[in-house]
Every structure is written in C-alpha cells, then in structure tokens.
C-alpha cells in the first residue's frame, strides 16, 4: 500500500512538472535562450539577420510536414504520434527563433501581440449579433 502512495505521489510531481512546463512565459523562454547563447559564445552568431533566416528556414521545415498532404483537418486525425511529435517539435524551433529575434531586436513580444489583438480588433470587428 505504502508503495502505491509513493507511485502515485511521483506521477503527481510529473504532472505538476508538465503543466509547469507548458505554462512557461515569453520572458522565461527568452531568458532560457539567452543563458543557452552565452553558454556557447553563440551571441556573436545572433544577429537579428542571422536570427530571421534561421527562423525561415524551420518555417520550411514545418511546413515540409503538411506538404502534399492536402487539407489537414484540426486536431491532425491520421498522423502518427510520431509525426505529431516532429511537429512540436518545428513548431518549438520556430516559436524560440522568433523570441530569440524579437529579444535581440529589444521587441517585448508579449506586449507587441497583445497590442495587435486590440488593433485587429478595431481593424475587424466582430459583427454585430441582431436579436
């Protein structure tokens, strides 16, 4: 019985530990990739040109995983966990080039996407629901 509790207590830390993990912030990820540049003297390396046509070049490789696959309805119904997997794992290298970039830029993009919303949403408002 005690060895149950202890099973089921680790699974609860992995738990929290994932859903710690997928709730990271934009400043913490640009922090992480930060200490990972200078980790590796990779600063020198970053410049936002460098930064952009890397990021460019994941777009084509995620966009390598929808090729000839026609419409791909939501939810990815038919793909293997595997290629489910590689897919996260494109979208992730796009995601940290393009912190990476904005941070290096001195974009805050947490503040920059929030303040498009708004200004989309002036830009296209939602039509009005008549009763």
Not at 23 to 32: C, G, M
Not at 101 to 124: M, W
Request: aromatic share 6%; charged share 40%.
């Amino acid at each position: 019985m005690e060895e149950e509790k202890k099973v089921s207590m680790e699974q609860e830390e992995e738990e929290k530990k994932e859903t710690a993990v997928s709730d990271v912030s934009l400043k913490e990820l640009s922090k992480k990739l930060d200490d990972f540049a200078k980790e590796r003297d990779w600063e020198k390396y970053h410049a936002p040109r460098n930064l952009l046509l890397a990021m460019i070049a994941e777009v084509g490789e995620l966009s390598e995983l929808f090729m000839w696959k026609g419409e791909v309805p939501k939810g990815l119904p038919g793909w293997e966990e595997a290629e489910k997997e590689h897919l996260g794992e494109e979208l992730s290298d796009v995601l940290l080039y393009l912190i990476r970039l904005s941070d290096v830029c001195g974009v805050d993009l947490g503040d920059a996407a929030t303040k498009k919303i708004v200004k989309n949403a002036v830009k296209y408002p939602a039509p009005s629901k008549s009763a």
